[in-house]
C-alpha cells in the first residue's frame, strides 16, 4: 500500500496514536489524562519501535467487609450475614458470590457470612459500584451502628439495617468497609440479704415491660427473655425500660415490696 503520509499539508510531521479497540475483561492503562497510547512520530525511512509497554488492567478489584462491635475496643463479629449487588437504576443488579474462593455474579440473592475473623474477602471482584446490606446479626447484637468505607468518617446507620454504597470501578482497586453493631443491652441483678454477700440461692425474679397498674404493680405482657432468672445471672433484652419482680423468696428472707425499674 506504500509508506505512511506522515506529514500535513504544511510539511509538519503528525503525530499518531494507539487506541485499543476490543479489551475483554482488561481496561487500557492509558497515560494520566489521556484516551490513547502516544504521541508517535513516525519515521519515514525506517520502522518505528514503540519501546514503552501497552499495558492493560484487569477489570477486577479486591474488597474487605470487616465486622465488628461497636466498642472502644472493637471485637470481631463472626457469622454476620450480608448481600453485596451491583448497583443498578432498577435495584436489578446481580449479586455477589463466592466460588472458588474467589467473587463470582449471579442473578440469584446470595447471602454471605463473616468468618472467625469477623471478614468476608471478595478477591477477583468485577468492577463497578455495589451495594452492601448486612442481612442478619448474631444473638447479643442490634441492627444499630456505623458504617465506614476505607479511611473515611463512620456514618450512623438510619434504617432497619445497616448498609453501604461502594465505588469500585477503578481496576486493581482495594476497599474496606467496616460495619460496626451496637451490642444488646444486658442486664446483671445482684441481691443482698442483710449484708450475706451476692451468692444467695432460692431467689427468682421476672422482667416485665414498663407497664403499671393503679398499685404501681407490673402488668403484662410480661418480656420474652426467659420466665424467670436467678440471683447474678446476666439476661441480655432489648433496648428499653422494664420493672423487675422478686417471683420466689428463700425461707427466712423477707419479699421486698418495692419493684425496682432497669
Known amino acids: 500500500t506504500g509508506p505512511l503520509d506522515i506529514y500535513?499539508?504544511?510539511?509538519e510531521l503528525i503525530n499518531y496514536y494507539i487506541v485499543e479497540?476490543?479489551?475483554?475483561?482488561?481496561?487500557?492503562?492509558?497515560?494520566e489524562g489521556q484516551n490513547a497510547w502516544g504521541p508517535y512520530t513516525l519515521d519515514f525511512d525506517d520502522v518505528t519501535t514503540?519501546?514503552?509497554?501497552?499495558?492493560?488492567?484487569?477489570?477486577?478489584?479486591?474488597l474487605t467487609i470487616t465486622k465488628t462491635d461497636n466498642t472502644d475496643e472493637p471485637a470481631p463479629i463472626a457469622d454476620a450475614k450480608f448481600t453485596v449487588q451491583q448497583k443498578t437504576a432498577d435495584g436489578t443488579g446481580k449479586y455477589v458470590q463466592i466460588v472458588d474462593d474467589k467473587a463470582a455474579l449471579t442473578e440469584n440473592r446470595t447471602e454471605l457470612e463473616t468468618n472467625d475473623k469477623g471478614q468476608i474477602v471478595l478477591t477477583g471482584l468485577p468492577t463497578g459500584e455495589y451495594i452492601f446490606t448486612e442481612e442478619?446479626?448474631?444473638?447479643?447484637?442490634?441492627?444499630?451502628?456505623?458504617v465506614q468505607v476505607g479511611e473515611g468518617e463512620a456514618v450512623s446507620g438510619t434504617g432497619a439495617a445497616l448498609t453501604a454504597g461502594v465505588d469500585l470501578s477503578t481496576p486493581l482497586s482495594t476497599q474496606t468497609v467496616t460495619f460496626r453493631n451496637d451490642k444488646q443491652p444486658q442486664l446483671t441483678l445482684t441481691k443482698t440479704v442483710g449484708g450475706q454477700g451476692t451468692s444467695l440461692t432460692g431467689f427468682q425474679f421476672q422482667l416485665y415491660t414498663a407497664n403499671v397498674d393503679a398499685d404501681g404493680?407490673?402488668?403484662?405482657?410480661?418480656?420474652?427473655?426467659?420466665?424467670?432468672?436467678?440471683?447474678?445471672?446476666?439476661v441480655t433484652v432489648e433496648a428499653g425500660w422494664y420493672y423487675i419482680e422478686e417471683t420466689a423468696t428463700p425461707a427466712g428472707a423477707i419479699a421486698p415490696a418495692i419493684v425496682h425499674t432497669a
Open 8 to 11: 500535513d499539508e504544511k510539511g
Open 217 to 234: 404493680k407490673p402488668t403484662g405482657p410480661k418480656a420474652a427473655y426467659g420466665s424467670t432468672f436467678a440471683n447474678g445471672q446476666t
Open 136 to 146: 442478619s446479626v448474631p444473638d447479643g447484637y442490634l441492627a444499630t451502628g456505623t
Open 50 to 62: 514503540v519501546s514503552a509497554p501497552l499495558i492493560n488492567n484487569l477489570q477486577q478489584t479486591t
Open 21 to 31: 479497540t476490543s479489551t475483554g475483561a482488561y481496561t487500557p492503562a492509558y497515560p
